[in-house]
């Protein structure tokens, strides 16, 4: 008569059909038990914690479709044409004629695109770190116990409610040398008047302000909502240690924002390499193009000249300056992925 163990092995040991029966991936499996002949280890739990049936597939591809579908005919199917578009010479009515790359051959010897570019450069040099700069400091002001913080949070964020048209209309009322307010006030002060229109410089900077006052209340938001994620125990702690105000601003909060910063300063440079519309309704690129920006020259090649084929290059040229700006940010930041 044969015992228990003389009949199913000695204890802990499995006949060939039981390992056979044993799934080596399921919780509590031997170690000794290796799993099915041309299958890696670890491969199925990671197939099972991606869910991987052809459904549920399915299912998300059709919730990505409609995305997908925009994203091709508005941002894809238009950036493949444009790329076609800039090795060609047409004026949009009849028949291209392919050039190859003479339209950026032109580039290099445009004393017009040139201008355009540092003009560019200049205005985000400008409007990029005072926004910035602004915004921060607003957040800070509002994060704390300021009295009427609501109302000035609401007048702050205001501007954003309404498109850079209306803005730039506003800015005309107001700095219009004209009939402005600001140049009726300076009048009124005896101060001799600001040729914010027939004055390079002045209509360079009456620019700069309206889009400072665009994008103070962007700003000020992304930083607001970024300063409740710090916490308080942080300033305790400096605070205990002896640090400033200045100190406990400089080495707690600008580090704990700088996911903030970083997200900031790709859109604030993004939106001021493709500024067009306040550009475009307060001086047109004048006076002698001294407001002249690379997205308003583009549009006076492709819809006054009807050189579209070039204003196309002028506008690749844009992609190409504003990817590679991201690129290398995205490489060097280093403060992206903080977390507190």
């Known amino acids: 008569m ?49 869910g991987g049936s052809p459904g549920e597939a399915l299912a998300a591809y059709s919730f990505l479709a409609p995305n997908l579908v925009l994203l091709g005919l508005f941002v894809l199917l238009p950036l493949v044409w444009a790329l076609w578009l800039s090795t060609q010479q047409t004026d949009g009515f009849g028949a291209a004629t392919a050039v190859g790359l003479d339209n950026y ?9 040139w201008r ?29 116990a300021l009295p009427g913080r609501g109302v000035i949070r609401s007048a702050l964020i205001l501007p954003m409610a309404v498109s850079g048209v209306a803005t730039a209309l506003i800015g ?22 600001v040729p914010w229109q027939s004055g390079g410089a002045a209509a360079f900077a009456s620019v700069v302000l309206v ?28 605070t205990l240690d002896g640090a400033s105000a200045w100190q406990r601003f400089r080495y707690v909060t600008v580090p704990m924002v700088g996911p903030a910063t970083f997200f900031l300063l790709v859109m604030n440079v993004i939106y001021s390499f493709q500024v067009f519309d ?9 006076p002698q193009d001294a407001t002249s920006v690379l997205v308003t020259y583009a549009y006076e090649n492709g819809f006054v000249t009807r050189d579209q084929g070039y204003a196309a290059a002028i506008g690749v040229v844009l992609l190409v300056l504003t990817l590679a700006f991201t690129a290398v940010q995205w490489r060097t930041n280093r403060t992206r992925d903080l977390t507190e």
């Open 116 to 144: 355009s570019v540092v003009n560019t450069t200049l205005f985000t040099a400008l409007v990029t770190p005072v926004a910035m700069g602004l915004g921060l400091g607003a957040a800070v002001l509002l994060n704390g």
């Open 211 to 238: 889009t400072l006052w665009w994008r103070l209340g962007f700003n000020m938001l992304i930083y607001l909502a970024a300063l409740q994620g710090v916490g308080p125990h942080l300033y305790e702690a400096a």
């Open 105 to 113: 051959a032109r580039l290099f010897s445009d004393g017009q695109f």
């Open 172 to 193: 005309v009322l107001v700095f219009d040398e004209n009939s402005g307010v600001l140049d009726g006030i300076i009048r009124a002060l005896g101060l001799p008047s």
């Open 278 to 286: 306040i550009v475009f309704v307060m001086t047109g690129g004048g």
């Open 2 to 50: 044969s015992t228990p163990a003389r009949a199913g092995g000695r204890a802990g040991e499995r006949s060939p059909a039981q390992v056979d029966q044993v799934d080596p991936m399921a919780p509590g499996a031997p170690a000794d038990v290796a799993p099915a002949s041309g299958e890696q280890p670890g491969r199925r739990r990671r197939g099972r914690a991606l």
